[in-house]
């Protein structure tokens, strides 16, 4: 059964076409967008990759970017078979094609429902990510002359200013750490030493966070040292005072920046995921509206478009065996050129 057929007269096809070819101009520039996203998320998870635990949430921007390119190629190709389309000559060089092209704009298209699919599950695998990624940065803080976590310090520093955040979940993470690395340590002091010796693990933990963790905007100087010790600072009670330093974890902080950045993502993908409808349904009542356009003579004659000729399943089909039978033509022709060139003439 025909779904949503319609007559097409010359006027209706030129101005099909013209709406067509400025439809994917828009999703062209609308692709050109959210590859530029697609690339800003990626170039935000690299930036941030040393307290990231895994790599899976690169799935998105990559999926993103991919999909952007070949919503660009694919409607550039689109925008043009739209004005080949007033040149029956023109357009019957390109008839052939327009089944394939039409199942792989088909593709890319599903391609962005995999997108804002991966934008929606991954979250989860990001809080995750950075949960345990953070644990790690704050453990090896201390390490700058490890290698491999030299620049460990610098990141985790510059992560607490720049995002207003101290530690994983909260500032006293810092305390369950040894932050300070041996080499400045002075152990021939009694305090060191009865601090190393106060826990198992022998290490050197205090109330004590890095000078990142301190708040600029806080009137009193940063009290970053014995924070839980009331009696060490004047006037001070840390349970009651609102403390100099930021309250908020990193995990929080980088999980809220991530969200909005790919929630930004996925309604610019799911706007040009409806372009790119649009963009199908006018390319099928294009192709459809051409077909019984034979020669330029009947240019003017009146057509019918439609969007599908039989069902769903039985359109589908018939479409992919097409485009098989494309291919299998075009390899059959390259073999029978070879072969002709190829194939010496009998002896007499």
Not at 137 to 164: A, E, N, S
Request: with cysteine; net charge positive.
């Amino acid at each position: 059964m025909v779904l949503l057929k319609a007559k097409f007269n010359f006027q209706r096809r030129v101005k099909l076409a013209q709406s067509l070819w400025l439809l994917s101009w828009v999703t062209v520039l609308a692709g050109c967008l959210i590859f530029a996203l697609g690339v800003f998320l990626k170039v935000q998870l690299w930036i941030h990759h040393e307290v990231m635990d895994n790599t899976t949430i690169h799935a998105v921007p990559n999926t993103i970017m991919a999909a952007g390119l070949a919503t660009m190629l694919i409607n550039l190709f689109v925008g043009k078979v739209s004005q080949d389309s007033l040149d029956a000559a023109r357009y019957s060089r390109r008839k052939q094609l327009m089944a394939p092209l039409f199942v792989v704009s088909f593709l890319f298209a599903f391609l962005m429902l995999v997108a804002l699919f991966l934008i929606c599950v991954l979250k989860g695998s990001l809080e995750e990510s950075l949960k345990v990624g953070l644990k790690n940065g704050i453990r090896f803080y201390k390490d700058t002359d490890t290698p491999g976590r030299c620049y460990q310090k610098r990141t985790v520093d510059k992560l607490q200013m720049d995002f207003q955040c101290c530690g994983n979940n909260h500032y006293k993470d810092w305390f369950e750490v040894q932050w300070i690395s041996n080499r400045y340590l002075d152990f021939s002091s009694k305090e060191v030493k009865d601090r190393i010796k106060s826990n198992v693990d022998g290490r050197y933990l205090m109330d004590s966070v890095p000078f990142s963790c301190c708040n600029p905007s806080s009137p009193r100087p940063c009290i970053q040292h014995q924070i839980t010790n009331n009696s060490a600072h004047y006037s001070y009670n840390y349970q009651t005072d609102e403390l100099n330093i930021w309250p908020h974890g990193c995990r929080e902080a980088l999980l809220t920046y991530y969200t909005g950045i790919m929630a930004s993502n996925g309604v610019f993908v799911a706007l040009t995921f409806l372009l790119q409808i649009s963009v199908l349904v006018s390319l099928r009542y294009l192709h459809t509206a051409m077909e019984g356009i034979t020669s330029p003579e009947s240019m003017e004659s009146d057509t019918e478009g439609y969007l599908l000729e039989k069902g769903l399943k039985e359109t589908f089909k018939c479409t992919m065996e097409k485009t098989k039978n494309l291919f299998k033509t075009n390899q059959v022709e390259t073999a029978g050129d070879g072969g002709e060139g190829g194939t010496p003439s009998p002896a007499s």
